[in-house]
């Protein structure tokens, strides 16, 4: 990548920097109020923990995996610190996450169908919600519910169907094949749950008054990939705040483990403007 590491040109702000830092975040055990099998629990909440981690935008601290380690943690203090403190032991659940991730399990559905053939074939679906918590203040800053697989046309009897993606041959068979269609369906939800937050450091390229390429402060140790998007804003300081505004959208071609070379899919007028003032011009993720 030519010129890739270029001398930043853009003044960076504390805050946006800090949030270009890639977030921990602890995966809790998931609330399970109707007693649904536990293995089919975990099939689900592992299939959310496979999309957090493949989506290389956060951190991942598995509640379950790391439970031995956090017993043996709090049993060693107990001896040490009085009764009324035991709270404080909630720090080692979190161990230095910045968000928790709750989940709750709705439903487990399993239907059963008798093909031309007589084998008897099983399909699942699962409906559950996430909820993200800052770990600092307790704020919930996203949540959502989810059906999966997707369900888009009538089966027979009249009932809303998914994509057949084979005979299997059992209820826990079909549960067990949830959990790619979980790791698959929450892109969208990791996007606006986790975006990132940059600066654009440099132009690259530019024509006249329209900047066709340019670098932005993320890459690929913060999850940036080939293709992402990120809508560009402009901010100015007024007074003690900060307002921003979209004026552009620019799309990764090209990644290192710190920056990015973006081209400029719209608003390349408008962002070359916005440099020259000297005010941070900030990227957010794309949620589409």
């Known amino acids: 990548m030519k010129n890739f590491f270029l001398t930043a040109i853009a003044v960076i702000a504390c805050a946006v920097a800090a949030s270009a830092a890639k977030p921990t975040v602890y995966v809790e055990e998931f609330s399970n109020p109707k007693d649904y099998k536990e293995a089919w629990v975990e099939i689900v909440r592992n299939g959310v923990v496979e999309a957090l981690t493949k989506s290389g935008r956060v951190d991942v601290v598995d509640a379950i995996t790391e439970q031995s380690r956090m017993d043996e943690d709090i049993r060693r203090m107990k001896d040490n610190i009085a009764q009324d403190d035991l709270e404080t032991t909630k720090a080692l659940e979190i161990r230095g996450s910045h968000f928790l991730l709750n989940g709750t399990i709705t439903t487990i559905d399993v239907k059963e169908a008798v093909l031309e053939s007589g084998t008897h074939s099983f399909d699942a679906f699962v409906t559950f919600t996430l909820k993200v918590v800052n770990a600092i203040d307790g704020e919930v800053t996203d949540t959502e519910t989810f059906t999966l697989p997707k369900q888009g046309f009538m089966g027979l009897g009249g009932s809303l169907a998914g994509i057949k993606k084979g005979v299997m041959e059992s209820a826990d068979a079909a549960v067990a094949s949830l959990k790619g269609d979980v790791a698959g369906g929450l892109k969208k939800f990791v996007d606006q749950a986790f975006p990132l937050n940059g600066v654009v450091e440099a132009v690259e390229e530019a024509k006249g008054k329209e900047v066709k390429t340019l670098y932005i402060s993320l890459g690929s140790k913060d999850g940036v990939a080939k293709g992402n998007k990120f809508e560009v804003r402009g901010s100015k300081k007024i007074g003690t705040k900060v ?46």
């Open 243 to 288: 307002v921003t505004k979209v004026i552009g959208e620019v799309e990764v071609t090209e990644v290192d483990d710190e920056m990015s070379l973006c081209k400029v899919k719209k608003g390349g007028v408008e962002i070359l403007a916005a440099m020259k003032t000297g005010d941070p011009v900030i990227v957010r993720t794309m949620c589409k």
